[in-house]
């Protein structure tokens, strides 16, 4: 593991991606403790200068503390794209082992369906999901999944078509391992490094997509999140740029963090590929 | 010597005076339509773009001023018998459709009783007391009514019961005469060109009956379906008129402050426009009237004026809007306050015996809200966190408009729901809808959605609709809305004030209490 985190620290941006992560993390961990009311509480002055009646960063039109939402959001945001991605893994998972493992017709049929959910713009469908279904956390996580797991089913049906005609699954085969056991004992760890990579991109994917819909008035409306100050705010962003902008920065420091320690574990699962640039 | 100095005085300040009030002639008009109008059809519909143009182009016998009193327009005079079972038009003489044909009395006959009366959605409302329309000669039209309708001469504007040619709809069918997309009237401006997706074009009508007006040549409606847009048009001098907020509030305040451009609120008096919150009276957790008033007392209308609609908007204080005081129907009720008072709501509330759990909180329950846009959203947030203040714990709900529709208006499947309504120029027009017993009307959209029934109401509701006594009438709404504010089947929260936008170098276009739903016959560019 050393080796692991000598590789991963050697690319500065990661580390410095890994440590801005671990802040939001921490401020969506003390988010109830630093800010125990309500988000949604109408707080005091509405449209308060940032640093004025007691709002750090101000208050939107009804008196609500951007400040909080902010704390609570980071919470939401982590919720969502943690849940997501760890469904769409979970999915993608079982579609692309199946279909590499087994090839041929049951191939053929995983991947044309697995087709059909990427021909659909992954938003468009996103929307339409959540507009079926009444706007709630819930169906934000199952449409943030529905569109995410076919890369993941994509790229694992690719690995385990590589793998499972290495010598040491046919070793496994000679042994009479099942089927379940070799795909799930021996192909699937070799082929982790890369979902890894592809998942910690995914929940950038997820607080983005969360974010847009919330934008468009298709988020929780009794959950307080980035996307929702931001959809909020903008009428009114010439006049309260607070409003919008701290939530902007939120979610653009968040997406960034996460894509740049993406980059460092590819590089540290990858070492060779790094050295050949 | 005397008296030539009185008359080169009286001479001068006559041309003083002249210099002051000459209104010039010509030029074009470009003003917002906001959405695009689904026809011209203005006798079968009451869509709103369509009364932003099609009052330019057809007349009614009356118009109304900002004051709401009646102007005469088709109608040169009108009397009412003293039953009030029989009212006679007297016909303007000498007025021409814009095809050339006279207008005679048999059009307002016909327009009456064989369209606004059949096809209109408001109209068989509006009319219901008439049997007949005798029509003596060309220009006489007398109104035969099974009960006094006093209501009805309020309901002859324009935009509510437009006169349409005879000659154009007779034996076709009226749902799909051409005339609903090429509208032929008696109005100031001429129907010329609809370039779907673009503009609406009028041309002055030279023969117009008022000598001298209109003063514009020729208005175009324009149709810009994004609102940053339309505000950005409004700032460089693109279009010059733009009403029913399609300049929103937020970019109606800002654009206020320069010199050339104007904000009024005139001209929606007619319309009446009033927020409030309907509940389901009939079961579930706002069965309950006690419950109905402190939710009523708890709110602070003058914060969601403020902070959600940028000050445009005045508190409700009874069942009928301010918008009444001028024909003494309306009355200040207790149970409106303007600030709300959060110590009263939960007294209220406890004396109902509606106590709260250990986490405070006495009722949980969904709120609907009307889907027309974020200022409703942001009202449902406000809604939510003050009656969480009272241990009304509530939960959001904002769906599109037919699934809203269809649940409040026809499923019944709702406690709570957020909502606007328009009080029109009468109760019996606007508001009876909400509360009468014959108004629970499965599957009708804005009507009694409450199911509130109250025999006691229903009787006044009735008598009031068909006395002619001023005095008495206003005795009888008083009544009913002691009613109300006692029984709170639907909670007022506060008058809507929608915003006209315009340049200021038109003038006169704002002399109507219908506002942009009239003609622009008085407008003129400076």
Redesign the interface.
Known sequence: MHGFWGRFSKNKSAVLGLFILCLVIFLAAIANWIYPDDPFRLAGKPMSIPGTNGFLLGSDTLGRDVASGIAHGAKTSMLIGLLATVAAVFIGIIFGALAGYYGGIIDDALMRITEIFQTIPSFVFAILLVAIMKPSIESIVIAITVVSWPAVARLVRGEFLSLKTREFVQACHTLGMSDSRIMIREILPNCLSPVIVIGSLMVATAILIESGLAFLGLGDPNIMSWGFQIGAGRTMLRSAWWVCTFPGIAILITVLAINLVGEGLNDAFNPRLRERN | MFKQIKYIFLFSFMLFGFSIYAQKSGGTLVYLVQPEPPSMASYISTSGPIGLVAPKIYEGLFDYDNDGQIVHVLAAGHTVSNDGKTVTFNLRKGVKWHDGKPFTSDDVAFTVMNVLKKFHPRGPNSFREVTRIDTPDSHTAIFKLRKPAPYMLRALSAYESPIVPKHHLEGTDIKSAKLGNKPVGTGPFKFVEWKKGQYVRLEKNKNYWRKGLPYIDRVVGRFVPDASTRTAAMENGEVLYAAYNAV?N?DAV?LKKREDISVTTDGYSMINPVALIEFNAKEGPFANPAIRRAISLAIDRQFMI???FFGYGKPATSALSTNFKPTGLYASMPNYPARGDIAAAKAELDSAGIKPDVNGVRVRAILDLIPYG?DY??A???L???L?DIGIKL??????VPTWLKRIYHNYDFVMNLNYFYQLPDPVLGVHRHYGTDQIRKGTHFVNSSRYSNPELDQLLASGAIEANAQKRTQIYKKVQEILARDMPVVNLFEMQFLTVYNTKLKGANNSALGPYSSFSEAYLD
């Open positions: 929103p937020i800002r403020d902070n959600i974020e959203r942001r449902g947030e406000y939510k966190q003050v969480g939960e959001l709900r904002y769906e599109d």
